[in-house]
């Protein structure tokens, strides 16, 4: 069975950082792609960072690349969200999700992903 279990989020100050986590069991991040993936309030679901399967490539959307970091620890087969210079419109559930797919670049399409995680919440105050 596979799970995904965010931790990590909170309230911070603009300009503040978080750093998320997302433990996954029942795979192997040799097969599996992890994205990171944001839902606000009345926005749809969009594609934050993602990695590749064997952590071969990484994807950032525009408007946090250059602030956020996505990286894998095989062993403990948890991936990482940091989350620096934190801006009011970061605010939302983060969620991550997992995808059996040796694509590179890493796929960002939500709906390619299969398995998901509950969620943690971010919220960055002005």
């Known amino acids: 069975e596979v799970q995904l279990v965010e931790s990590g989020g909170g309230s911070v100050q603009a300009g503040g950082s978080l750093r998320l986590s997302c433990a996954a069991s029942?795979?192997?991040?040799?097969?599996?792609?992890i994205g990171w993936f944001r839902q606000a309030p009345g926005k749809e679901r969009e594609a934050v960072a993602c990695?590749?399967?064997?952590?071969?490539?990484?994807y950032y959307a525009d408007s946090v690349s250059g602030r956020f970091t996505i990286s894998a620890d095989n062993v403990k087969t948890t991936v990482y969200l940091e989350m620096k210079n934190l801006k009011p419109d970061d605010t939302a559930v983060y969620l991550c999700?997992?995808?059996?797919?040796?694509?590179?670049?890493?796929?960002?399409?939500?709906?390619?992903?299969?398995?998901w995680g509950q969620g943690t919440s971010v919220t960055v105050a002005s």
């Open positions: 999700a997992a995808a059996r797919t040796l694509s590179v670049p890493p796929i960002t399409t939500a709906g390619d992903y299969n398995y």
């Open positions: 990695i590749s399967s064997s952590d071969v490539s990484t």
């Open positions: 029942g795979i192997s991040f040799d097969d599996y792609a």
